[in-house]
C-alpha cells in the first residue's frame, strides 16, 4: 500500500495497542511497590498517562487488567500465531518473546511475588495446559501426558528465562534455543516408552531368600 492509500485505521488500531500497552504497564509497575489490594484504577490511570474514562474503556475492571497482563507481553505474537503456540512454534515463538521478557524483568518478578501477580501466572497457565494437552494427546500416553505438558511449560516459563539470562549469564536469544532443545528431549523421551521402575531395596540382610 502506498503512502496515499494508507489506511487511517491502521494509526487507530497502534494508537490502541500502545494505550492499551501503557495501561497494563502502569499496572504492573505499580505492583512492585504497592500491595495489590490496594492498587486502584484511578493510579493505574495516573501512571498510564491516561484519563479514568480511558482506562475503563480498555479495562472495565481490575479483574480484566489482570486478564490483560496476562498475555501483555507476548500478545502481538499470539495474534499472529491464532493463539497459544504449539510445539512446532516453541523455537520462533521463544526467540521473539524472551528478549521482551529479558527487558520487564521487574515486571517478572511481581508476577512471582504477589497475588495478583500469581493470579496473572494462573491464568496464563491454564491456557497453556489447554493448548499443549489437546496438541499432545495422540503423541503422548495418557499415563505421561499430564507430566509432559508441565515439563514443556516449566522449560518455556518466564521462571526458566530469568535463570538462563538473569542469573546465567547468557543471551536471551541462546537462552530460547537452550529451551527448544529441551522441549525437544522431552518431546522425544515422552514419545518413548515409559521408565522402568527399579524395584525397591530388599529387606534380606544375608542368608537364603
Known amino acids: 500500500m502506498s503512502v496515499a492509500e494508507h489506511d487511517p485505521s491502521d494509526n487507530r488500531s497502534a494508537h490502541r495497542d500502545r494505550t492499551r500497552g501503557a495501561i497494563v504497564q502502569a499496572f504492573l509497575e505499580i505492583l512492585v511497590d504497592e500491595n495489590p489490594a490496594t492498587v486502584s ?8 498517562g491516561v484519563s479514568i474514562r480511558t482506562l475503563y ?38 526467540g521473539r518473546l524472551w528478549p521482551k521478557l529479558a527487558a520487564n524483568i521487574p515486571g517478572i518478578r511481581v508476577q512471582q511475588t504477589n497475588a495478583t501477580g500469581r493470579e496473572i501466572r494462573r491464568l496464563r497457565l491454564e491456557r497453556r495446559r489447554t493448548v499443549l494437552t489437546e496438541e499432545l494427546r495422540d503423541r503422548v500416553s495418557d499415563e505421561r501426558l499430564a507430566e509432559t505438558v508441565d515439563s514443556i511449560i516449566a522449560i518455556t516459563s518466564s521462571s526458566m528465562m530469568v535463570e538462563l539470562v538473569d542469573r546465567m549469564g547468557h543471551t536471551p536469544g541462546r537462552a530460547a534455543e537452550l529451551a527448544a532443545r529441551l522441549v525437544q528431549l522431552v518431546l522425544d523421551d515422552a514419545a518413548g516408552p515409559p521408565p522402568s521402575v527399579s524395584p525397591p531395596p530388599s529387606d534380606h540382610h544375608g542368608g537364603s531368600p
Open 57 to 94: 474503556r480498555y479495562v472495565p475492571n481490575k479483574d480484566a487488567l489482570v486478564e490483560a497482563a496476562s498475555t501483555h507481553l507476548h500478545a502481538d505474537l499470539l495474534d499472529e500465531l491464532g493463539g497459544e503456540p504449539t510445539t512446532s512454534d516453541l523455537p520462533g515463538y521463544l
Open 41 to 48: 484504577m484511578p493510579a493505574v490511570a495516573r501512571r498510564a
